[in-house]
């Protein structure tokens, strides 16, 4: 596994994380020794950066993963998670207050049995007022990592102009990270257009969804993705084209996914050791670049005009 810095953070992340989301049974139903497990392999396998969130599954994926972390030296490991999106019993929740933010993160810390948080995020912006972003939630998240409760301070949004737009208005030093989703895959690129201005700030970059919630997956996407159908159309094209080549499209975007040396790390969530593996097997291996440019034709005019750009 290679490993970059993130921003200027000091952290040492690999290319390829785990993201936890998966533990939350989000996607579909989970086992939770199996989850563990998961979590067991990518850390053995040097998967050091985990992501998580006390929105996936509503704080399933935050009490998982602590069961595995406790099993796993703290000095093993980095932990990034988030405030600001909750839910309970089906019904999903946004509160971006100081005082729920401050509350949140040490019943973060409870669930993951942890003492400290290496990276604390504000979760979704785009949900959020984005003047109270700015003036309450990170004012509250900075005092936190004044006091060493946290190490490092982010902001999460699909939404790239929103994640400028609030690192504009706070001072210097206040976002350290920013994790984008979506936005650097095979289907859509758009992160690239924003790395000249997070590197100025020396803000770490953090990508995930490199199968863009499942457009480039055999597996095809759930009923709630919000892309167009033209888009999806495209995307099972491409698939169809890779597996003529035997070449899975989930092998590819992965490769593509952290082929930027720009972006610190990309998530990707699996709660199956199995499929852990297979994810950092196909880090390892080369990248087919005449494969990518087959892909990104066929996907065509789609590419920069997409659901994820909107």
Known sequence: MNYSYCGKTGMKVPI??????SLGSVFHETREAESIDAVFTAVENGMNFIDVSPYYGHYKAETVLGKALKQIPRKAYLLSTKVGR?????????DYSARRATESVY????????????LINVHDIEFADLNQVVNETLPALVELRDKGIVKHVGIT??????????IDRVPEGTVETVLNFCHYCLNDDKLADYLDYFEAKEIGVINASPLSMGLLSLRGVPDW???????VKACQQA?????????????LAIQYAISNPRIATTLFSSANPENVLKNIRYAEEPIDW?????VQEIIGDQKRVSWANS
């Open 16 to 21: 390829l994380s785990y993201g936890a989301s």
């Open 86 to 94: 909750y839910g309970k019993d089906g019904v999903n929740t946004w």
């Open 107 to 118: 019943e973060s810390m409870e669930r993951l049995h942890i003492e400290q948080i290496d």
């Open 157 to 166: 949004d699909l939404q790239l102009e929103n994640l400028q737009w609030v």
């Open 225 to 231: 993705h919000p892309a167009p159908a033209s888009l």
């Open 239 to 251: 698939v169809q084209h890779c597996q003529s080549k035997e070449y899975p499209i989930e092998k």
């Open 290 to 294: 005449q494969l990518v440019r087959e």
